[in-house]
């Protein structure tokens, strides 16, 4: 996965590898490697969300 990836473009991703599972798209051998995708996805989002949260704050409080 690339590291700055855009947050929505992450979402998509994650989006698109949830399609697919519910859709039975893919097989075992594919399926552990979208899960793991989906998991560093999953954490990016958060890091990006947490972050975004914390400038938000720090600016609000006038730091």
């Known amino acids: 996965m690339k590291k700055n990836?855009?947050?929505?473009?992450a979402v998509r991703e994650l989006?698109?590898?949830?399609?697919?599972?519910?859709?039975?798209?893919l097989d075992i051998d594919t399926l552990g490697e979208q899960l793991k995708t989906?998991?560093?996805l999953i954490k990016h989002c958060n890091d990006k969300l947490t972050?975004?949260?914390?400038?938000?704050?720090?600016?609000?409080?006038?730091e």
């Open 38 to 40: 989906a998991q560093e």
């Open 15 to 25: 989006e698109k590898i949830v399609r697919r599972m519910e859709n039975d798209e």
């Open 51 to 62: 972050k975004t949260d914390s400038e938000i704050k720090r600016i609000l409080d006038g």
């Open 5 to 9: 990836i855009k947050y929505e473009d």
